[in-house]
């Protein structure tokens, strides 16, 4: 008896997916589906956003936004980052088909979704030419910094630095604060 062939997921198959909870994406096909984070990964989100909102009121290149999200860079892949920035003139449209160029992207890394944020979802930012992608480790913290063309991250335990084209200031986040105990 043969085995039937895996389903290959498109961006439409999961948005007609029931709100249950669940965090579904889907990249080259595959479908992701993380449970919801621990409540470690929910604080580092919310102080990523905090900082990264301040940081983009001075300087306004972008809007930072957090994981309930619809992006999608063609028909197999929507993802929804737990943070990102994207480019001032497509946040306007307000519309998630338009946000096409992300300044940066951050994943929190949690056990259910570590293999996919760590491999799928970090070649296929690359692919979209994702200038910044920050995979943050709570557990260990440190956060792992990607570029497009790079095949292995630098690692920051010390802070992390961020400045985007048309921004005449960087963003500087000491990782002692963003990981400081509650």
Request: net charge negative; charged share 25%.
């Amino acid at each position: 008896m043969g085995m039937a062939a895996p389903t290959y997921w498109t961006a439409e198959m999961v948005r007609a997916l029931p709100e249950d909870g669940n965090r579904y994406e889907v990249v080259y096909g595959e479908l992701l589906v993380t449970p919801a984070p621990r409540p470690w990964h929910e604080v580092l989100v919310a102080r990523l956003i905090a900082r990264l909102d301040d940081y983009l009121r001075r300087e306004p290149v972008g809007i930072v936004l957090g994981s309930r999200a619809d992006i999608s860079w063609g028909e197999d892949v929507l993802v929804q980052p737990d943070v990102f920035v994207v480019d001032i003139a497509q946040a306007r449209t307000l519309t998630w088909a338009r946000f096409q160029n992300l300044l940066l992207v951050a994943e929190v890394l949690s056990p259910s979704s570590a293999r996919s944020d760590r491999f799928l979802k970090r070649r296929r930012y690359q692919e979209a030419g994702v200038p910044w992608y920050w995979m943050v480790d709570g557990d260990t913290h440190q956060v792992e910094v990607w570029t497009p063309d790079v095949q292995f991250p630098t690692l920051e335990r010390d802070q992390l630095s961020w400045q985007p084209a048309g921004a005449a200031t960087a963003f500087v986040l000491e990782l002692g604060e963003l990981f400081r105990p509650l």
